[in-house]
């Protein structure tokens, strides 16, 4: 127990950051990254961001009871290994970071799948100078449900020129901005934000409401998520930097910026339906006559691609999850989007992207990691919406789209990279999709890469030549530190 | 007479000479091991290289990957050994059970060589996760061998110093001296940090590199080692023998 902890031990909510436990759910956010360019200057610029002193945006933290009224905009902060070290923190208090954020992102590249074209030495200014970057604010404005890009960007503006006012001692290195170009949906056009752990210290409590039908996923311990507390492992706890106030209700964050080739996977779902127009198997995957079941007046061509993208998904891209609706993204009785699991005979392939990332209670081969891979994304589009338009040639100068995504664990090594390395691009799970990547995220090679379609009846089609949709743009490790310990490196000396 | 005198002369010229070149090849050998190579390594220190495979994206580079961990235990004796193979063989229900649950490895021994506790495996997928797993799974087992390994006291109970743990046991893994010569050139740059464009290499200082890394790194595993069949993960061969994965 710690002073930050009350007296049963239970969760101080507000010493957590609050983009941690729950989102925001806004309409938009600014990623700055920075650089301390004088300590002593930027530790009073952190003491004053506890209570928004001096104009300094003030920190938005997790609270029992999510806030009336909502602030203007949220802000948060995050620290690289860098980061700590340009603030000042003593040598013993770094060593006890793990190997992993001591290393950095860069240094994992390999572990990632962030090679090639995702390579570090491809990554975009200011990634492509990985020790430079210290810290990355984040700044959240507007309602999903009003937005109104002028007011948020004006917001968004201020509250940057708050942050980097030259008396500080920060110095902006890049900026990255992302917004919700169509509610919940993403590039690729899939629903998105559906499924994220949930905690008994917050969703008990007030919004479980974005569950109406619960889900079959047990309860994430706090120690998911949060140092300091139970993990998902009986008895095992993650070490927790000291000293305790730098430590405890602290998490790391994997900031990746994730750019999408929308054009070369609507292609490739063309691609695909053609090659199913002419296997007779096809057939099975989706019975002639059917196709109006995928939807209104679709051709069978239109129909099969949006198989194709249900199945590399594991959800339609409504977000109704093939587990429970193999057939329709329109079930005549609905189903629930996060209430699920995969039996032996789910037709969610074991392949699909969500099923690879979050297997839930399927059979896997690390029989001791169903849950404990889990991860909190917090993520958002960046670039214009696109839409799909078969008859229109592909534009050179398609502008830039992706996501800025934040994936959020208690350790690194154990969740995001664990996650990464053997799931995601290695297929270690299973030994059916061993060997294949993620056919959404995966490090796809066009010369190896595989998919497999389960047919009804335990058949499968499988498809090939992947390309890389997704290619990593940069990135960072981030410590997101508690609101004592951004107290505690605002003290610091030296 | 003149013939098996010229016959013992000559015999005589041999071991003369034998025992001469004998003594000038002793005389180099110490030279080179004794004052050479630390002269070199003072030159030109280097440091001890990772060990365990060599990072990878290719799907059959990251199944059938071998740790070879050698930790010298604490009581170098004939009794310090004895309680190594107690610690073993008093386990060994567990630990293969708890292999069984990991489920990623294909085959895990114990050997003791000389003064230390070997464990030699082969197993899927990133070394991290295989040691967090197996320390989620039967830490306990673990923490008994390491506590008799020198600077074990360190990292156990390893459930309660699990990150400190994968350290330590990613220390004991042996440097896989790769198949590919230059590739040690390659490691040492990495090792210093040096992101400088390589392949500018003068092959004829391979050896000097070599023994410069041998010289810090007493324990290697020589080339990634023979397969007999391509990359399979564990589970891939257990579903292919219906035995369950």
């Known amino acids: 127990m710690n002073d930050q902890n009350d007296q049963n031990g239970k969760l101080n909510h507000a010493d957590v950051q609050g983009n941690i436990l729950r989102g925001y759910r806004r309409q938009r956010v600014r990623y700055l990254m920075l650089k301390v360019a004088g300590a002593t200057a930027a530790r009073r610029w952190l003491t004053a961001s506890l209570t928004g002193a001096d104009g300094v945006p003030q920190i938005t933290t997790e609270s029992e009871k999510r806030w009336g009224s909502k602030p203007e905009t949220c802000f948060n902060i995050g620290l690289t290994y860098e980061g700590l070290r340009a603030l000042g923190t003593p040598a013993a208090s770094l060593a006890d970071f793990p190997t992993e954020f001591i290393e950095g992102m860069t240094k994992r590249a390999a572990k990632l799948g962030d090679v090639g074209p995702s390579g570090p030495e491809n990554w975009e200014k200011p990634f492509d100078k990985p020790a430079q970057i210290h810290l990355i604010a984040s700044i959240y404005a507007g309602d999903c449900k009003k937005p109104d890009a002028a007011g948020e960007i004006a917001q968004l503006d201020a509250v940057q020129r708050a942050v980097v006012d030259g008396k500080w001692g920060m110095s902006l290195l890049g900026t990255r901005d992302g917004w919700c170009f169509n509610k919940d949906y993403v590039h690729f056009n899939y629903a998105d934000n559906i499924s994220q752990p949930k905690f008994e210290e917050i969703h008990t409590t007030d919004d479980y409401g974005d569950y109406p039908d619960g889900d079959s996923q047990p309860m994430a311990p706090l120690g998911t998520v949060l140092l300091g507390y139970e993990t998902n492992f009986e008895g095992l706890k993650w070490r927790v930097p000291r000293p305790p106030q730098l430590g405890y209700n602290g998490s790391f964050n994997a900031f990746r910026v994730l750019e999408q080739d929308v054009v070369c996977f609507e292609e490739y779902l063309t691609t695909a339906a053609d090659y199913l127009l002419h296997d007779p198997k096809a057939n099975l995957l989706l019975p002639p006559g059917t196709e109006s079941n995928i939807g209104e007046g679709l051709s069978r061509r239109d129909a099969l691609r949006e198989v194709v993208a249900a199945n590399m998904c594991g959800r339609w891209r409504n977000g109704v999850p093939l587990a429970l609706s193999p057939d329709t993204p329109s079930p005549s009785k609905p189903v629930s989007k996060t209430n699920f699991d995969y039996d032996g005979d789910s037709r969610c392939p074991y392949g699909a992207h969500i099923r690879r990332c979050n297997p839930r209670g399927a059979q896997i081969v690390q029989r001791v990691a169903n849950h404990s891979r889990r991860l909190v994304r917090r993520g958002m589009p960046y670039g214009p919406a696109y839409v799909y338009d078969p008859a229109k040639p592909r534009d050179p100068n398609e502008p830039k789209r992706g996501l800025l995504g934040n994936f959020i664990g208690a350790n690194l090594g154990a969740q995001f990279e664990a996650m990464s390395c053997d799931w995601l691009n290695l297929g270690l799970q299973d030994p059916r999709v061993t060997g294949s990547n993620d056919p959404l995220l995966g490090a796809n090679d066009p010369v190896t890469s595989w998919f497999d379609l389960p047919l009804p009846g335990g058949d499968k089609i499988r498809l090939r030549k992947l390309p890389r949709f997704v290619t990593t743009k940069g990135g960072a490790y981030t410590f997101l530190p508690s609101i004592s310990a951004i107290g505690y490196l605002g003290s610091l000396s030296g | ?245």
């Open chain 2, 1 to 245: 007479m003149s013939r098996n005198g010229t016959s013992g002369g000559t015999s005589s010229a041999t071991s003369d000479k034998s025992l001469r070149d004998r003594f000038v090849a002793w005389l180099k050998m110490f030279f080179a091991a004794k004052i050479l190579v630390p002269f070199w390594a003072l030159l030109t220190p280097v440091k001890k290289l990772e060990g365990g495979p060599r990072p990878s994206v290719q799907p059959g580079d990251n199944v059938q990957r071998m740790m070879n961990l050698i930790m010298p235990l604490k009581d170098k004796s004939a009794i310090g050994r004895a309680k190594a193979a107690l610690a073993i063989a008093q386990n060994k229900d567990e630990i293969y059970a708890g292999l069984d649950n990991v489920g990623t490895v294909h085959f895990a021994r114990f050997v003791i060589v000389d003064d230390n506790i070997c464990m030699f495996s082969v197993y899927d997928g990133d070394f991290t996760n295989y040691i967090r797993d197996f320390i989620v799974t039967i830490g306990s087992v673990f923490d008994a061998v390491v506590e008799l390994v020198e600077g074990g006291e360190k990292v156990i109970p390893s459930a309660e110093n699990v990150e400190k743990f994968i350290d330590w046991v990613h220390d004991h893994d042996a440097y896989q001296v790769s198949d590919v010569a230059t590739d040690i050139l390659r490691d040492q740059e990495q090792a210093n940090g040096d992101a400088g464009p390589g392949g500018n290499d003068d092959l004829r200082l391979l050896p000097r590199s070599l023994i410069l890394q041998l010289n810090v790194n007493t324990n290697v595993s020589l080339g990634s080692g023979y397969r007999a069949y391509p990359g399979y993960s564990a589970a891939q061969v257990r579903q292919q023998f219906g035995v369950g994965w």
